[in-house]
């Protein structure tokens, strides 16, 4: 059973509340002279949209285990699948929502006369990803993933009159043209292989009809192109450095926490329950013959790899960030090459935890740039000594939880994605996934290094924190911390979500 | 009461990190004073727990064993044995001396203070961990803390040290992480085990690895041992994983640099002990010729040698000097517990302590006169002696100490790792033997040049005071320690003798299958 379009709506309340308050955030925009507000508008908007998507997942889970039960988790005639794993994802997006909105409040990039338009697409792509996180069927998918990449051409390029942020919108927009029409061209090939574009037919027609491998292949080459542009992965990664370099802060960090999310969603829904099976043991079969897993298993390795050797010798903080990510990616692709549930559950996890430490790391940036009007490193000289101690203090948390040093949350989710390599045995990518790890202290380390170690100038003056990004840091750095010594209930979340709804 | 002791050892230091960090910055002695208060109940604590520990029995005792994540089997598992108890004691008995050996600390002294009683959990945690994650988890906490004692608060190529002492020891825990997860998934597949971290149930693992060679003709458990060596070898350190060692002692504060003479280094050769050992006996077996005996004795000479260099060789520095001698002295240790022999062990682990001791000393002596003289040449003094009585009088108990004459406390634990060690290679043993009268030379080198003969004029600009009373306080206690255990080694002996001679028990039994090859028969 599916529903149709009006009875869907009762349950896509989150996704409502977001296109209501963006409808605000633009009417108010019109109406009142003084800005701040929209941005509370915005705050208060995805801070519902938060707590509805929260009450579906945790109040309502009854009626998402009742829609499963009587086949009853598809929207709008089979578009959209309500599941644990979407709503996840919704929670997770929400949340990112909130974060960048919230750090947005206390930027000086944003603090202009069009923040209107600003709140309002940040937004709407928020809402877009969304739908990147429910999708199942190619068509939303790709739709979704259009309408992420569009906003956040145009978040990109907010800074009107900066060069550089022009620069990496254009360059941004020509990446992801060319990679979502590769993308769209490897769907056509799967829809001309399958005959449908909804991810359970596809999934019954590449398992009964035996498709010619080689053109399944290469149709997921094509396909892998969108996704790897979403999530930075190699080769795809290009985009990556110049736009996180360019773009507004808060919006480098949108980028960098929910496009990604959104990205993995997308992927993960994909190549799971589209295109593999469920077997024994929380193991996944994927269709016979076609080496995907291996492909990704490179991909996996040279993403992080190559992210951490770039990011050695950076010396602007958020470019340095940028290729962090990258490496990042790379962990979390770990997760995917193994094929079982372990791996997708590492995976959920990783992604929540990334949430708090890359978000938080972006926050300092953007204190340091508020007040210095510096991005490099050089601006974060002797941070702790000249009144930013707490930033500093909670940089250095954020860095070595990215690092992966225990207790911090940073550790345990690589951990879970060792724990779901080892499982498989590919002991390699587990030792190039740690050699890495030990890599990626070292820029980490130099960013502490220039904060603690070294003495600020005398030209630098003092760094002032105002109490919007003080207590956004201070609730993130108090989460890193504490899921690093307790981290059940949150794993227990991610343990939930790994189940799809697939459906008959 | 009985059983949280080890619990409230380990995280009294942590409270009171929160302590000092609720202090005002401009309250100096307040944060002082709190952080020695802090450090002394695990002081008063170790005293109790010496008391009472049973000496009889190799099981663990004071045991808390409580789920920490249930959904992996990670526990929140507390214990000591004789293998572990020694360095407890050790970590406690040091660590109010070090807040002692801090006071002259001058730069943001809140966070120096609380970093080292953050410190303080982790090391205790280290000893009494009986868990493979949790033992992980204070194994790398100790790392951030390091960090920034070392960076902050380190001498002039601070920097360079703390980041090179942080790569070495990150890239040894990441292979250990990698080992530890492998355990944790053979455990799952064997019944009536599952899926377990703890150190107590998983030597059942080790029967059923498979071995048959995996990569270099090494089987899996082969390249998981090695694995692990390197990671506590980084830390013992063990030529050539050393180079860390020389740069981090030079340039930390003097009372962290005991902390990582005294208590980081023998966190390798505790780990060998509580992890190789019972876990991979056959491999540990395999390798002993090689990576412990051979190695060590190689660290012996090796250590000792460089140590003398620093007599002759620019920058002539001495707490170089202490630090290279480290490295010599930790080869006994590395000797004797591969001889596998009742001495062998025990000395072994009696080398731990009295180097934790003798080693503390040494540096404690370079800190207070560097405090003074600012700098610490060897050939920029002469004739203390007559300046200061009482601080040479100090000096030459630690020096004779490290030299290793009768009668104090080394000498007997270095006898029974070469003791020990002759039965099973003769080879090495005679090496260690030898070394030390190049151990005697650069320490009587170091003598002479520094405290006898005429005083030099120029310590009339010094102002060269005697050693005070805190530092008094500081030093006299472990010169006791030296004394005593000279003496009478039993005091640490009879803790640890029924559960080493257990260890050694493991290993034996599980060798008999596996003969000896050639190579190893040549080194006896």
Same mark, same amino acid.
Request: charged share 10%; net charge negative.
């Given at each position: 059973?599916?529903?149709?379009?009006?009875?869907?709506?009762?349950?896509?309340?989150?996704?409502? *509340?977001?296109?209501?308050?963006?409808?605000?955030?633009?009417?108010?925009?019109?109406?009142?002279?003084?800005?701040?507000?929209?941005?509370?508008?915005?705050?208060?908007?995805?801070?519902?949209?938060?707590?509805?998507?929260?009450?579906?997942?945790?109040?309502?889970?009854?009626?998402?285990?009742?829609?499963?039960?009587?086949?009853?988790?598809?929207?709008?005639?089979?578009? *959209?699948?309500?599941?644990?794993?979407?709503?996840?994802?919704?929670?997770?997006? #929400?949340?990112?929502?909130?974060?960048?909105?919230?750090? +947005?409040?206390?930027?000086?990039?944003?603090?202009?006369?069009?923040?209107?338009?600003?709140?309002?697409?940040?937004?709407?792509?928020?809402?877009?990803?969304?739908?990147?996180?429910?999708?199942?069927?190619?068509?939303?998918? =790709?739709? +979704?993933?259009?309408?992420?990449?569009?906003?956040?051409?145009?978040?990109?390029?907010?800074?009107?009159?900066?060069?550089?942020?022009?620069?990496?919108?254009?360059?941004?927009?020509?990446?992801?043209?060319?990679?979502?029409?590769?993308?769209?061209?490897?769907?056509?090939?799967?829809?001309?292989?399958?005959?449908?574009?909804?991810?359970?037919?596809?999934?019954?027609?590449?398992?009964?009809?035996?498709?010619? %491998?080689?053109?399944?292949?290469?149709?997921?080459?094509?396909?892998?192109?969108?996704?790897?542009?979403? *999530?930075?992965?190699?080769?795809?990664?290009?985009?990556?450095?110049?736009?996180?370099?360019?773009?507004? $802060?808060?919006?480098?960090?949108?980028?960098?926490?929910?496009?990604?999310?959104?990205?993995?969603?997308?992927?993960?829904?994909?190549?799971?329950?589209?295109?593999?099976?469920?077997?024994?043991?929380?193991?996944?079969?994927?269709?016979?013959?076609?080496?995907?897993?291996?492909?990704?298993?490179?991909?996996?390795?040279?993403?992080?790899?190559?992210?951490?050797?770039?990011?050695?010798?950076?010396?602007?903080?958020?470019?340095?960030?940028?290729?962090?990510?990258?490496?990042?990616?790379?962990?979390?692709?770990?997760?995917?090459?193994?094929?079982?549930?372990?791996?997708?559950?590492?995976?959920?996890?990783?992604?929540?935890?990334?949430?708090?430490?890359?978000?938080?790391?972006?926050?300092?940036?953007?204190?340091?740039?508020?007040?210095?009007?510096?991005?490099?490193?050089?601006?974060?000289?002797?941070?702790?000594?000249?009144?930013?101690?707490?930033?500093?203090?909670?940089?250095?948390? @954020?860095?070595?939880?990215?690092?992966?040093?225990?207790?911090?949350?940073?550790?345990?989710?690589?951990?879970?994605?060792?724990?779901?390599?080892?499982?498989? %045995?590919?002991?390699?990518?587990?030792?190039?996934?740690?050699?890495?790890?030990?890599?990626?202290? =070292?820029? =980490?380390?130099?960013?502490?290094?220039?904060?603690?170690?070294?003495?600020? #100038?005398?030209?630098?003056?003092?760094?002032?924190?105002?109490?919007?990004?003080?207590?956004?840091?201070? $609730?993130?750095?108090?989460?890193?911390?504490?899921?690093?010594?307790?981290?059940?209930?949150?794993?227990?979340?991610?343990?939930? #979500?790994?189940?799809?709804?697939?459906?008959? | 009461?009985?059983?949280?002791?080890?619990?409230?050892?380990?995280?009294?230091?942590?409270?009171?990190?929160?302590?000092?960090?609720?202090?005002?910055?401009?309250?100096?002695?307040?944060?002082?004073?709190?952080?020695?208060?802090?450090?002394?109940?695990?002081?008063?604590?170790?005293?109790?727990?010496?008391?009472?520990?049973?000496?009889?029995?190799?099981?663990?005792?004071?045991?808390?064993?409580?789920?920490?994540?249930?959904?992996?089997?990670?526990?929140?598992?507390?214990?000591?044995?004789?293998?572990?108890?020694?360095?407890?004691?050790?970590? &406690?008995?040091?660590?109010?001396?070090?807040?002692?050996?801090?006071?002259?600390?001058?730069?943001?002294?809140?966070? =120096?203070?609380?970093?080292?009683?953050?410190?303080?959990?982790?090391?205790?945690?280290?000893?009494?961990?009986?868990? @493979?994650?949790?033992?992980?988890?204070?194994?790398?906490?100790?790392?951030?803390?390091?960090?920034?004692?070392?960076?902050?608060?380190?001498?002039?190529?601070?920097?360079? &040290?703390?980041?090179?002492?942080?790569?070495?020891?990150?890239?040894?825990?990441?292979?250990?992480?990698?080992?530890?997860?492998?355990?944790?998934?053979?455990?799952?597949?064997?019944?009536?085990?599952?899926?377990?971290?703890?150190?107590?149930?998983?030597?059942?693992?080790?029967?059923?690895?498979?071995?048959?060679?995996?990569?270099?003709?090494? +089987?899996?458990?082969?390249?998981?041992?090695?694995?692990?060596?390197?990671?506590?070898?980084?830390? $013992?350190?063990?030529?050539?994983?050393?180079?860390?060692?020389?740069?981090?002692?030079?340039?930390?504060?003097?009372? *962290?640099?005991?902390?990582?003479?005294?208590?980081?280094?023998?966190?390798?050769?505790?780990?060998?002990?509580?992890?190789?050992?019972?876990?991979?006996?056959?491999?540990?077996?395999?390798?002993?010729?090689?990576?412990?005996?051979?190695?060590?004795?190689?660290?012996?000479?090796?250590?000792?040698?460089? &140590?003398? #260099?620093?007599?002759?060789?620019?920058?002539?520095?001495?707490?170089?000097?202490?630090?290279?001698?480290?490295?010599?002295?930790?080869?006994?240790?590395?000797?004797?517990?591969?001889?596998?022999?009742?001495?062998?062990?025990?000395?072994?682990?009696? %080398?731990?302590?009295?180097?934790?001791?003798?080693?503390?000393?040494?540096?404690? $002596?370079?800190?207070?006169?560097?405090?003074?003289?600012?700098?610490?040449?060897?050939?920029?003094?002469?004739?203390?002696?007559?300046?200061?009585?009482?601080?040479?009088?100090?000096?030459?108990?630690?020096?004779?100490?490290?030299?290793?004459?009768?009668?104090?406390?080394?000498?007997?634990?270095?006898?029974?790792?070469?003791?020990?060690?002759?039965?099973?290679?003769?080879?090495?043993?005679?090496?260690?033997?030898?070394?030390?009268?190049?151990?005697?030379?650069?320490?009587?080198?170091?003598? %002479?040049?520094?405290?006898?003969?005429?005083?030099?004029?120029?310590?009339?600009?010094?102002?060269?005071?005697?050693?005070?009373?805190?530092?008094?306080?500081?030093?006299?206690?472990?010169?006791?320690?030296?004394?005593?255990?000279?003496?009478?080694?039993?005091?640490?002996?009879?803790?640890?003798?029924?559960?080493?001679?257990?260890?050694?028990?493991?290993?034996?039994?599980?060798?008999?299958?596996?003969?000896?090859? &050639?190579?190893?028969?040549?080194?006896?």
């Amino acid at each position: 059973m599916n529903l149709g379009s009006i009875e869907s709506l009762a349950y896509l309340y989150p996704e409502g *509340i977001l296109l209501l308050s963006i409808l605000a955030v633009f009417l108010v925009d019109l109406c009142v002279d003084d800005k701040e507000r929209l941005g509370n508008i915005a705050l208060v908007g995805a801070a519902l949209a938060l707590v509805f998507t929260s009450g579906l997942s945790f109040f309502d889970i009854r009626l998402i285990e009742g829609l499963q039960g009587a086949g009853e988790g598809w929207l709008f005639h089979r578009m *959209i699948a309500l599941d644990s794993f979407a709503i996840f994802f919704k929670v997770i997006l #929400s949340l990112s929502l909130v974060g960048v909105v919230w750090m +947005s409040l206390g930027s000086r990039e944003i603090n202009g006369p069009n923040q209107g338009e600003y709140y309002g697409i940040l937004l709407a792509s928020g809402l877009g990803m969304f739908f990147m996180a429910s999708a199942t069927n190619l068509l939303l998918a =790709y739709l +979704s993933l259009e309408f992420v990449s569009l906003t956040s051409y145009v978040l990109t390029g907010y800074l009107t009159h900066n060069r550089r942020s022009g620069e990496a919108a254009l360059k941004y927009l020509i990446y992801g043209g060319v990679a979502s029409g590769t993308m769209i061209y490897g769907m056509s090939w799967i829809f001309g292989l399958t005959g449908s574009l909804d991810y359970t037919e596809i999934n019954a027609a590449l398992l009964q009809n035996a498709p010619d %491998q080689l053109t399944l292949f290469i149709a997921l080459v094509l396909m892998l192109a969108g996704f790897g542009y979403k *999530i930075a992965a190699v080769p795809f990664h290009m985009w990556a450095p110049d736009v996180y370099h360019g773009a507004p $802060i808060p919006v480098t960090a949108f980028l960098s926490v929910g496009s990604k999310a959104a990205g993995f969603a997308l992927l993960m829904r994909f190549f799971y329950p589209a295109l593999s099976q469920s077997g024994d043991a929380g193991m996944w079969q994927f269709v016979p013959g076609v080496e995907w897993p291996q492909l990704m298993l490179i991909v996996a390795m040279v993403t992080m790899t190559l992210g951490n050797l770039a990011a050695l010798n950076q010396y602007n903080v958020k470019r340095l960030l940028a290729y962090s990510s990258i490496a990042h990616a790379g962990y979390i692709l770990m997760g995917f090459v193994v094929l079982s549930d372990e791996g997708l559950r590492a995976m959920l996890f990783y992604i929540v935890v990334y949430y708090l430490m890359n978000l938080g790391a972006f926050i300092v940036v953007m204190v340091v740039a508020n007040n210095t009007g510096r991005e490099d490193l050089e601006g974060f000289r002797g941070l702790a000594w000249r009144g930013g101690a707490l930033p500093a203090a909670a940089m250095a948390i @954020f860095l070595f939880s990215l690092t992966g040093l225990p207790p911090l949350a940073g550790f345990i989710g690589k951990f879970y994605l060792f724990a779901a390599v080892v499982k498989g %045995q590919f002991y390699w990518l587990a030792v190039v996934g740690i050699l890495n790890s030990v890599v990626s202290l =070292y820029y =980490y380390a130099r960013i502490v290094k220039t904060m603690f170690l070294d003495q600020p #100038s005398d030209s630098e003056g003092e760094v002032t924190l105002d109490p919007h990004n003080g207590s956004l840091l201070a $609730i993130l750095s108090v989460a890193t911390v504490i899921l690093g010594v307790y981290w059940a209930p949150v794993f227990d979340f991610a343990d939930r #979500s790994t189940r799809f709804f697939l459906g008959s | 009461m009985e059983s949280s002791i080890l619990t409230l050892m380990i995280f009294f230091p942590l409270a009171g990190m929160v302590a000092v960090f609720c202090l005002p910055s401009q309250a100096k002695d307040l944060i002082r004073w709190t952080a020695f208060a802090f450090t002394l109940p695990a002081f008063f604590l170790g005293i109790w727990l010496y008391q009472n520990f049973d000496t009889t029995t190799t099981a663990l005792q004071f045991v808390v064993n409580v789920p920490w994540i249930e959904s992996f089997n990670i526990r929140y598992f507390v214990g000591v044995d004789g293998v572990s108890i020694s360095m407890v004691l050790l970590t &406690a008995f040091l660590c109010p001396i070090c807040i002692l050996a801090s006071w002259n600390i001058e730069r943001a002294e809140k966070g =120096y203070f609380a970093l080292f009683l953050l410190l303080d959990t982790a090391m205790t945690g280290v000893f009494c961990a009986m868990d @493979f994650f949790l033992f992980f988890i204070f194994w790398e906490l100790m790392l951030l803390p390091m960090y920034f004692l070392i960076g902050i608060w380190g001498g002039p190529r601070r920097e360079y &040290a703390a980041i090179k002492f942080f790569l070495y020891t990150m890239l040894g825990s990441a292979l250990m992480l990698v080992c530890m997860l492998v355990f944790y998934f053979q455990a799952g597949a064997i019944e009536g085990v599952g899926y377990t971290f703890d150190l107590t149930q998983l030597p059942a693992v080790a029967q059923h690895f498979q071995t048959e060679p995996l990569l270099f003709g090494f +089987s899996l458990p082969q390249i998981m041992w090695l694995a692990l060596f390197i990671n506590f070898a980084v830390k $013992i350190p063990a030529f050539p994983f050393h180079t860390w060692l020389p740069d981090a002692h030079v340039e930390a504060p003097t009372a *962290i640099s005991v902390i990582l003479a005294g208590v980081l280094l023998k966190m390798g050769t505790y780990g060998i002990l509580r992890v190789n050992y019972p876990l991979l006996p056959a491999e540990t077996f395999f390798f002993a010729p090689y990576c412990l005996a051979a190695l060590g004795a190689w660290n012996i000479v090796y250590g000792a040698f460089c &140590a003398l #260099s620093q007599c002759f060789t620019e920058p002539k520095d001495l707490k170089k000097l202490v630090a290279y001698s480290s490295i010599s002295h930790m080869g006994y240790v590395m000797l004797g517990m591969a001889s596998f022999t009742p001495q062998g062990i025990n000395g072994a682990v009696l %080398q731990m302590f009295n180097h934790g001791t003798i080693t503390a000393m040494l540096f404690l $002596i370079v800190g207070v006169i560097y405090d003074r003289a600012h700098h610490r040449r060897i050939d920029g003094f002469g004739g203390l002696a007559s300046v200061m009585p009482v601080y040479t009088g100090v000096m030459g108990l630690a020096f004779f100490a490290a030299m290793g004459l009768p009668g104090l406390s080394a000498f007997i634990s270095e006898v029974l790792c070469l003791l020990g060690a002759w039965h099973a290679y003769k080879i090495p043993t005679l090496l260690g033997a030898l070394t030390v009268i190049i151990t005697a030379s650069y320490l009587l080198w170091t003598i %002479q040049q520094m405290f006898l003969g005429q005083p030099r004029e120029e310590y009339a600009d010094m102002h060269l005071s005697e050693i005070n009373t805190r530092e008094l306080c500081m030093l006299v206690p472990l010169g006791a320690i030296v004394v005593i255990l000279g003496f009478y080694p039993h005091a640490v002996l009879d803790l640890l003798d029924v559960s080493l001679q257990g260890l050694n028990e493991v290993v034996l039994s599980a060798s008999t299958s596996s003969s000896p090859d &050639a190579a190893a028969v040549a080194l006896r």
